[in-house]
C-alpha cells in the first residue's frame, strides 16, 4: 500500500492491549509504529510482541522514549541534567534496538513520549540533547518530532533525518503547539472533527486551531494515538483519505 503520508502509531504501552488485540487491530491502517520503551510504559516481552505483530504488516519501527514515569504515564516534565537525559535515551533506545535485530529488523525512527515530546518541541536546549543521543546511537535513525518546534530545528540542524509530525485527534493553539489534555477540546472526539483537521493537512497544509484561528504546517507523518476512544475507527477513516 502506497500513502500520501506516513500514519503513525503510539503502541506497546500495555498488556491489555497487546493481548486483547486492539494494537495489532489498527497496524493494517498504519505505516509506522513508536514502541513504548520500557520507562513510561510497556517491558521487554510488550515490546518483543509488538515489533513481531508490527513485522507482519511491513510498518516502519520507531523507538517510542519516554520519562521513567509509570505513575504519570510519562506526561509529567522532569528536570534532568544533559547526562540524565542522554542515559535516559540511550537505555530505552538501545534496549528496542537490540530486541528488535534480534527478531531480524531495523530500527526506522524515534519518537519521544509525552511531557518528554512536549519539552523537546519547547525548549532548543532538550531538542539538541535528543538529536544528540539519537545521532550518536545510529545517524541514520529519523526523528519524529512536534512540526515546526525546536525537536525539528535542531535535529536538521546536526544532520538528523527528521519527519515533521501533526496529530490526527489533537487540537492545536495557534502558536502551532498542542492544546494542553487538560483543556476541554484539546482530544478531538468527533470522527468529523478528525475527518476536517486530516483533509485540512493532506490537502493544503493548515490546521484549524482551538480558537478558530487557521495556521500553516509542515506535515510528514500523521499521529493516530492508540488509547484515543474510537481509535480503529479515527485510524480506518485517515487510512481512507491518505492511500494512494
Same mark, same amino acid.
Given at each position: 500500500m502506497v500513502f500520501r503520508i506516513d500514519i503513525n502509531c503510539d503502541m506497546g504501552e500495555s498488556i491489555k492491549d497487546l493481548e486483547n488485540g486492539s494494537d495489532e487491530a489498527l497496524m493494517p491502517f498504519i505505516s509506522s509504529v513508536n514502541i513504548a520503551c520500557g520507562f513510561h510504559a510497556g517491558n521487554e516481552h510488550i515490546m518483543t510482541n509488538t515489533i513481531k505483530n508490527a513485522q507482519k504488516y511491513n510498518l516502519n519501527i520507531g523507538a517510542h522514549p519516554g520519562f521513567n514515569d509509570k505513575r504519570n504515564f510519562g506526561r509529567v516534565n522532569m528536570n534532568l541534567s544533559k547526562e540524565e537525559l542522554t542515559?535516559?535515551?540511550? /537505555?530505552?533506545?538501545?534496549? *528496542?534496538? +537490540?530486541?528488535?535485530?534480534?527478531?531480524g529488523g531495523k530500527l526506522n525512527h524515534v519518537k519521544p513520549h509525552g511531557a518528554l515530546y512536549n519539552m523537546s518541541a519547547a525548549n532548543q536546549e532538550?531538542?539538541?540533547?535528543? +538529536?544528540? $543521543?539519537? /545521532?550518536?546511537?545510529?545517524?541514520d535513525l529519523i526523528l519524529f518530532g512536534l512540526s515546526?518546534? @525546536?525537536?525539528?530545528?535542531? $535535529?536538521? +540542524? *546536526?544532520?538528523?533525518?527528521?519527519?515533521?509530525?501533526? @496529530? +490526527?485527534?489533537? $487540537? /492545536?493553539?495557534?502558536d502551532g503547539s498542542l492544546c494542553p489534555r487538560n483543556?476541554?477540546? $484539546?482530544i478531538l472526539k468527533s470522527i468529523e472533527n478528525v475527518k476536517s483537521q486530516v483533509k485540512g493537512i493532506i490537502n493544503n497544509g493548515k490546521i484549524e486551531t482551538i480558537d478558530k484561528e487557521i495556521i500553516q504546517i509542515t506535515a510528514d507523518t500523521i499521529c493516530i494515538h492508540s488509547d484515543t476512544p474510537n481509535a480503529l475507527e479515527y485510524a480506518k477513516k485517515i487510512f481512507e483519505l491518505v492511500k494512494i
Open positions: 542515559e535516559c535515551l540511550f /537505555y530505552q533506545i538501545n534496549l *528496542i534496538k +537490540a530486541i528488535l535485530e534480534k527478531n532538550i531538542a539538541f540533547t535528543i +538529536a544528540e $543521543a539519537i /545521532y550518536s546511537i545510529d545517524k515546526e518546534s @525546536f525537536s525539528i530545528s535542531e $535535529a536538521k +540542524a *546536526i544532520g538528523l533525518k527528521t519527519k515533521s509530525e501533526v @496529530f +490526527a485527534d489533537r $487540537a /492545536y493553539l495557534s483543556r476541554e477540546g $484539546a
